[in-house]
């Protein structure tokens, strides 16, 4: 069998469909699901054998606190590409090391949490292409992760309404609204919780470097290896002000990253934007960083090389951090 390429590997994947509907009663095996979940939180290798996208709502080290009943993401401008959200607009110009110098200000400025947690909260969305029939669905969740020193913990998914792709008024918009419907809540027993990073981490560059090493970044990455990391790490842990500040700073050392300028997030939040292109041209993900309080506050995916699928453009989807309040429907 001819080996396929990332690139490739993606499109099928995408439209085999974007996530399992897991009763709330099922018993999955917690450390399958937990290699899964780790795989799913790097880029595509050739050899990986996948019936289904999970999708970074659904990911493990991508779980995260859901957030009460009645939680509504909105979204700024821009033109809706192929069925999907409307990817974020940016303004200004600025450079990487000045976008970086300014977050570190803010944050330390600021307050943020006193201690490193076990614990983070998401609003994710993704697509849900069916296979078969070809339909459309933008899925939007609400996730929960809660973990201890033990490696037990629990994480839960709040489902979004659905709606339809060619709605262009709801993909203008990009809305996450909870239906309250738990679909998904796995409990881990003590050590079913995988992670390179059970103790909290470091405060130094040298602490937090080797994190992110344990986390699969190579010693001399690039731009996209260091914040594919930086976002597996705060996918599982809420981190200091100052901790983030060290992660920004390993950023702002590595080669590949461009400066976006401003925008506003999927929360309304106004934040400076740097984008990181991966190895193979295929895709790119946008670090979203809070102009007010210099914390990473976002993800967003788009696809670079497009096709009859997914045009250049689409948005594959996006993750928010830092979600702290309730934001009525």
Do not use: C
Request: no cysteine; aromatic share 4%; glycine share 10%.
């Amino acid at each position: 069998m001819p080996q396929l390429t990332d690139e490739e590997l993606d499109r099928l994947l995408y439209a085999a469909g974007d996530r399992a509907r897991t009763p709330i009663d099922a018993k999955p095996d917690a450390e399958a699901l937990a290699m899964l979940d780790r795989i799913m939180a790097t880029d595509p290798h050739p050899h990986r054998t996948r019936n289904r996208v999970v999708g970074w709502g659904s990911s493990l080290v991508a779980a995260a606190a859901a957030v009460a009943i009645g939680v509504s993401v909105v979204g700024s401008g821009g033109a809706a590409v192929a069925g999907t959200p409307s990817p974020l607009t940016f303004e200004g110009s600025a450079t990487v090391t000045e976008t970086i110098k300014d977050a570190q200000a803010a944050l330390a400025a600021g307050t943020g949490p006193a201690e490193p947690a076990r614990y983070v909260r998401t609003a994710d969305w993704s697509m849900d292409i069916n296979g078969m029939t070809g339909e459309i669905k933008v899925v939007p969740q609400l996730v929960t992760l809660e973990w201890e020193p033990d490696q037990s913990g629990r994480r839960t998914h709040v489902e979004g309404a659905e709606y339809d792709s060619t709605d262009a008024g709801a993909n203008a918009s990009s809305q996450i609204t909870s239906t309250g419907k738990v679909t998904s809540e796995l409990v881990f027993e003590p050590g079913q919780f995988e992670t390179p990073i059970v103790d909290p981490p470091g405060t130094s560059k040298e602490e937090l470097f080797a994190a992110l090493v344990a986390l699969g970044m190579p010693e001399e990455p690039s731009a996209q290896q260091a914040v594919s990391a930086i976002r597996s790490l705060i996918q599982q842990w809420t981190l200091t002000n100052a901790q983030e500040s060290v992660l920004l700073g390993i950023l702002g050392e590595t080669e590949g990253a461009v400066a976006l300028g401003s925008s506003i997030d999927r929360l309304g939040r106004p934040v400076a934007g740097v984008r990181v292109v991966r190895a193979d041209g295929a895709t790119s993900e946008v670090l979203l960083i809070s102009i007010q309080s210099g914390r990473i506050v976002g993800v967003e995916k788009t696809v670079v090389k497009g096709d009859d699928l997914l045009p250049t453009g689409a948005v594959l989807g996006y993750q928010v951090f830092d979600i702290d309040e309730v934001i009525p429907k």
